[in-house]
């Protein structure tokens, strides 16, 4: 219900707003500008809606704040397989999703799909390899299978709806292990296998409540957190124990 | 019923996690052994990060560790000197240990010696427990004549001559302060190195090398886990950041049922079968360490979040 009147309030919208025909041009929103994590998150969907001057193809684009990992490779050893090289990518968004109208290498133009980093391997275009001299190729191919498999970069193709050439919308669906931080998503119009426009917008996922609070003083007071946590735990077992204990020992 | 977890940061299974939290309680209860090497694999075949389950394990097996030996100080299972004194030297060789690791996280070979560690030590204590446990349970009844002058004998007699020599009244023998000071040093230099509680490798060193009742065993390698992973849960968090609240409740409030059920169990079952359950599980993660190593695997490139 909430899409639909969003929807009917963006058609009476873009209609009054009256693009230029001339010129291409394109406006973005998104139904929430941030993603609450509590205790009871799941997973989020968020619609993407909005509204394109001409006929054209749409790709939304949404990338997580840059992260570190280490990656690690096991070699043959005679009949065993040992942990033989270790090293650590800088600097590549956690999540990176792309979703289009139609398959993104059906309507853009391979020069295009570098340029606007509209493909899965823009996400190692600014990273820094560390740890390892030879075999860069190797470690970047497998980063990229490894992202793909855990599902954290992916093309989404026909997620995006375009009606009567004038709007579009897509359902972005967000899993529960996300990055924290400012999310950018960057939606582009393409026509003829070019990019004609362009807009970008920022998505805040955060904690919230208890869950911020608990990450806060875990990060901030680390070993406070960790003295007064442990007696905590230390505690409840302990009281668990006796009271569990005293329970059995009536039943007996 | 999805519950979000605030350090781990993905949502688990709260039915599934406290299940996992029963199982390990219930070998705890059992046997004596904290669990770690069976609630961090578990875990991080959940998804929860590596790091993170290794610290928000030591914290589980802490508060659990707390009910047992609670449950075992109330049957007069405890033998509080020879913990103490183990506990000193684990200390000890813990510490000593960290800064092994260190060195050899520096030279890159830290995960293979780990990998060999598990497979060779808990396939050798696994297995001469198996048999020992089994030719105990069928020789049941019957005194067993034992050698004269072997190598057990030796060891004895060497052991005697110890300096130090002590009584200990609740486990009814008598040894070298000396002795057990090196045996929990050497255990905590495996525990640092094995990211484990060490009640695996405490708990065989408690009955063969030292003789004391199964059951006092238990008791006491409970006592002395709750103080062992109290000191790495404090560090984990202090260094890492990686104890995960909520994650290490929810194992506490199912491996708190466990433990009495493990408890209770262990209180009627005689202590070659305890010995022999022990055994088993020992062996089977010596074997399932030793398959990881063999098999071809299926993707040989692995990539984990570094730390936050």
């Known amino acids: 219900m909430k899409y639909v009147t969003l929807l009917l309030a963006f058609i009476a919208f873009s209609l009054q707003a009256g693009f230029s025909a001339a010129e291409d041009n394109l406006i973005t929103q998104l ?133 009567g050439d004038r709007l579009f919308f897509a359902k972005l669906t967000l899993p529960a292990k996300l990055p924290l931080g400012e999310y950018a998503l960057d939606t582009y119009l393409v026509r003829d296998g070019k990019v004609t426009a362009h807009q970008s917008s920022k998505l805040e996922v955060r904690q919230v409540q208890s869950e911020l609070w608990v990450s806060n003083f875990a990060h901030q007071n680390p070993w406070l957190y960790g003295v007064s946590f442990t007696l905590l735990a230390i505690f409840i077992g302990l009281a668990l124990g006796i009271l569990l204990r005293r329970n059995s020992n009536k039943d007996g | 019923m999805d519950i979000f977890l605030p350090i781990a940061h993905m949502d688990v299974n709260l039915w599934l996690i406290l299940f996992f939290g029963g199982i390990v309680g219930f070998l705890s209860g059992l046997v004596g052994v904290g669990g770690g090497f069976l609630i961090t694999p578990l875990l991080i075949f959940i998804g929860v990060p590596p790091i993170v389950a290794v610290a928000t394990g030591a914290a589980q097996i802490a508060g659990t560790s707390a009910g047992g030996s609670y449950a075992h100080w109330r049957l007069g299972n405890i033998d509080f000197k020879m913990g103490i004194l183990l506990l000193c030297g684990s200390w000890l060789g813990g510490g000593g240990g960290v800064y092994l690791a260190k060195l050899l996280q520096a030279s890159g070979q830290f995960g293979n010696i780990v990998t060999f560690l598990y497979v060779g030590l808990l396939g050798f204590i696994g297995s001469s427990m198996l048999i020992e446990s089994l ?12 050698k004269e002058g072997g190598l057990g004998a030796k060891l004895a007699v060497w052991m005697e001559n110890l300096p130090g020599q002590m009584n200990f009244p609740t486990s009814g023998l008598r040894a070298s302060v000396v002795l057990i000071f090196i045996l929990g040093g050497a255990v905590g ?88 359950i022990l055994a088993l599980v020992v062996v089977a993660v010596a074997a399932k360490m030793l398959i990881g190593l063999l098999i071809t695997p299926h993707e040989v490139y692995s990539m984990t979040r570094s730390a936050v």
Do not use: C
């Open chain 2, 135 to 146: 030719s105990a349970i069928r020789h049941a009844g019957t005194v067993v004549k034992k």
């Open chain 1, 31 to 163: 139904d929430s500008d941030h993603v609450d994590i509590t205790a009871h998150f799941t997973g989020e969907q968020i619609l993407v809606f909005g509204a394109i001057a001409n006929k054209g193809d749409v790709i939304i684009k949404v990338t997580s704040p840059a992260q570190d990992v280490a990656m690690s490779q096991k070699v043959r050893n005679g009949p065993i397989w040992l942990d033989s090289g270790h090293i650590s990518v800088k600097n590549t968004p956690g999540i990176m999703y792309l979703l289009s109208s139609h398959p993104i290498n059906q309507i853009v133009a391979p020069q295009a799909l570098t340029k606007y980093g509209l493909n899965l391997q823009s996400g190692l275009s600014s990273s820094v390899l560390e740890g390892s001299t030879q075999g860069m190729e190797d470690w970047q191919t497998a980063f990229l299978r490894l992202k793909q498999s855990k599902k954290y970069y992916k093309e989404f193709d026909n997620a995006v709806t375009v009606v």
């Open chain 2, 189 to 276: 230099v495996l525990t640092s190195l094995m990211g484990v509680g060490g009640g695996f490798v405490m708990v065989p060193v408690m009955i063969y090398m030292l003789k004391m009742p199964t059951k006092i065993v238990v008791g006491t390698s409970l006592f002395q886990l709750l103080f062992t992973t109290a000191a790495v849960a404090v560090m984990q968090a202090g260094v890492n950041h990686a104890v995960d609240p909520f994650l290490a409740l929810i194992l506490i409030f199912g491996s708190a049922f466990g433990t009495q059920w493990g408890t209770k169990l262990g209180m009627r079952l005689p202590g070659e079968k305890l010995r022999l």
